[in-house]
Structure formats: C-alpha cells, structure tokens
Nanobody, 123 residues
Framework: QVQLIESGGGLVQAGGSLRLSCAASGRTFSNYAMGWFRQAPGKEREFVASISKSGGGVLYEDSVKGRATISRDNAKNTVYLQMNSLKPEDTAVYYC????????????????WGQGTQVTVSS
C-alpha cells in the first residue's frame, strides 16, 4: 500500500504560479511511476503530467506544456508539480497518483491516489 498526501494548492490570480507537492509513504517510492491529474466540477478526471520511476521520462497534457514541470525527489519520497502562467481554466482539484508499472497518462492505470488539493485561479 502507498499513501499519498498532496499539498500546495490555494487561490492564485491568473498569471501566477503554484508548486504542488505529493509526499508518499508505505512502499519504496522509486518503484512507482507518478502522475498528476485534475478534476474540475462537473468534469471527468484528466491527466496533467506524469514522471517515470527514475525521473528520466516525463509526459504532459497539451494544455499545460510549457507551463508545467513535473519532478521527483526519490530521496524525499516526493513528487512535485510546478505550474506557471496559471489560467482560470486550470481551476480544479489536483490529485497525485502512483503506479507500479511504466509511466502512463491513463487514469485507470494508476493504483494509488491522494485526497487531492484545490487549485483556484481567479481572473
């Protein structure tokens, strides 16, 4: 079992930045590919970014490319999502997720989920 706890969300003005963190515990963190997903009210959960076990491979959803950076520190059991140039449409609950397999963009492929952290971007 892997426990994931997100932090760093909040209210920010359009054009601002946030750094989300996800602390993992319970199993060897470096054995898991990690992802960030988000869910806006009335919408399905969607992929934002993912990173491979070693951190050598990353994937981004098209709308955040150039504005988001996913990274991980396996010594600290933590994955990060730096979001810049935030837009009102980035408003959502952001979830951290982990899977024992390869890096993926698919919600259904992730086995472990955090409780989420709210990001609200005001215009």
């Amino acid at each position: 079992q892997v426990q994931l706890i997100e932090s760093g969300g909040g209210l920010v003005q359009a054009g601002g930045s946030l750094r989300l963190s996800c602390a993992a515990s319970g199993r060897t963190f470096s054995n898991y590919a990690m992802g960030w997903f988000r869910q806006a009210p009335g919408k399905e959960r969607e992929f934002v970014a993912s990173i491979s076990k070693s951190g050598g491979g990353v994937l981004y959803e098209d709308s955040v490319k150039g504005r988001a950076t996913i990274s991980r520190d396996n010594a600290k059991n933590t994955v990060y999502l730096q979001m810049n140039s935030l837009k009102p449409e980035d408003t959502a609950v952001y979830y951290c997720a982990g899977r024992a397999g390869a890096i993926s963009t698919r919600v259904a492929f992730y086995d472990y989920w955090g409780q989420g952290t709210q990001v609200t971007v005001s215009s």
